[in-house]
């Protein structure tokens, strides 16, 4: 089964699978387990590239440790930040509401950094958007803390569900904010030799 693809996608993510799919490539997931708490002062994009990286790193050794074929393993990690404070998953529905109560009416920053690492070699790259939320109704904030799809979303939101309501301007990449920036992504495989829908392999 896993002699036949093209890498191993260190993301157990169904967003970020998605848009790999939309690329043609053809992947296993074979999720990743690291530790993501921030380090001290630490900016969101120099956070979201050292856990992409350590993300890629981890499951290269898991795929080793399993003596499964080698492959390059793509892997990606996405935040929110409000200046220089990091949003990640909320951990309860009062945590997710404060959240979105701070994004509420402020211009934010999504942080998307993907990361390829083959055998000795690791490449990587961070996609930045701005996204610009409207003042968000109380009733409209209810609704959606009741739709249950802040909760397993960095900054309590998802851009392709019912939080694109909120979204009165964004200036970067959909997909990045989404979780794998298609641009970033495509040149990294590129990069890698690796086939998808704009440049397949040579036969």
Not at 104 to 109: A, D, I, K, L, N
């Amino acid at each position: 089964m896993t002699a036949a693809v093209d890498l191993y996608l260190a993301s157990a993510s169904p967003r970020r699978a998605e848009l790999l799919t939309r690329l043609g490539v053809v992947y296993h997931v074979i999720p990743s387990h690291i530790d993501e708490t921030e380090m001290d002062g630490e900016a969101p994009l120099h956070y979201v590239e050292r856990l992409a990286r350590a993300k890629a790193l981890a499951t290269q050794q898991l795929c080793q440790q399993q003596g499964l074929p080698s492959k390059p393993v793509l892997a990606a990690d996405t935040t929110v930040a409000l200046g220089s404070t990091i949003f990640g998953k909320p951990d309860t529905p009062a945590h997710a509401r404060a959240m979105l109560q701070q994004l509420s009416g402020q211009q934010h920053q999504v942080f998307t950094a993907v990361a390829i690492a083959d055998q000795d070699k690791i490449v990587s790259v961070v996609s930045q958007s701005d996204v610009s939320f409207f003042t968000i109704p109380d009733t409209w904030l209810a609704h959606y803390l009741a739709s249950g799809e802040p909760f397993d979303k960095a900054g309590a939101y998802g851009i392709q569900g019912l939080a694109e309501t909120f979204v009165r301007k964004i200036d970067g990449s959909f997909s990045g904010i989404m979780g794998l920036p298609l641009h970033e992504t495509a040149l990294l495989l590129q990069r890698f030799a690796i086939p998808f829908v704009l440049q397949p392999k040579e036969s």
